[in-house]
């Protein structure tokens, strides 16, 4: 009987002496509930009766959701919804007497960690205007991380991330941000329509501008041709009525006889063409003398050597 009380007892003092530990947790170890020693992942043994497993704690990632309120400088109300991502800070016997002893229980962890961000962010919020708390996402994260960096180190854990998955107004707010925003494209589109008209009226302008420019050069051109042209049938006129009356002369005829055939093929060409407008005309012999005569000093005027 005294032998198996005694196998017993060894059996049982083999069972308490040695404790598995799994992969992704340590367990803090305490000798009559003072702080002795970290057993890490695996088999670890004890002294029975002595040492005792005070608490096992997970070095994983662990995750956190919060949903809480702020108010900005100009006392617009604000709901976040965030995730936060930590974990213990690392293995080191410091570190997980932090861990294992600063609070009383996870409880306590928990609450103490959630009032901790939300405060952080609430005093970031409290700086600016609703308006700019929509584009500093990135600077909240950033503000939350350098304030609570230092606070989770002394409790022996580690901030990784922090996600702020929606940032949202009350209601009557975000009627009011969407008209702003409204209004703002409306008044962005009347710009906008505003100079494109502008640049259509200033490139028709410049067209018909230029298109003025080159009627202006091309009637221009064409004055020019005409005048030419007047200039020419003139001189090919003079050339044939001096070789007209240079034959007439070498014939022992009298010249006048070509202004006569010219001052009857003038009054011809009026009655054809005239399309009924009425050209008054001297017909009597003394106006008919007189042209004669005026046409003859022209002659003369435009023999070579004489009288300019």
Known sequence: MGSLIFLGLVLLTLFLSYVIVPTGSVAVVTVFGKYRRVMLPGLNFKIPFVEAVYKRISIQNRSLELEFQAITSDQANVNFKAMLVYAVLNQDDRTIQ??????????SLMQALVRTVEGSIRAFVATQRQAAVLSLRGEIVLHVKDQLDETLESWGYHLIDLQLNDIAFDEEIMRSMA??????????????????????????????????????????????????????????????????????????????????????????HFAEQGKGNVIFLDGSNEGLEKNMQQMLAMQHLDRPGGPR
């Open 98 to 107: 932090n861990v294992a002893f600063k609070f009383v229980d996870e409880r």
């Open 179 to 268: 008209k702003v925003v409204a209004s703002n494209n409306l008044k962005a589109a009347a710009e906008n329509e505003g100079q494109a008209l502008l640049i259509t009226k200033t490139k028709s302008a410049e067209a018909e501008g230029n298109a003025i420019k080159i009627s202006a050069e091309a009637e221009k051109i064409a004055a020019q041709l005409r005048g030419q042209g007047v200039a020419l049938f003139r001189e090919e006129v003079t050339k044939g009525m001096a070789h007209a009356v240079q034959e007439l002369a070498e014939n022992n005829l009298d010249p006048s006889l070509v202004y006569f055939s010219m001052w009857t093929e003038a009054i011809k």
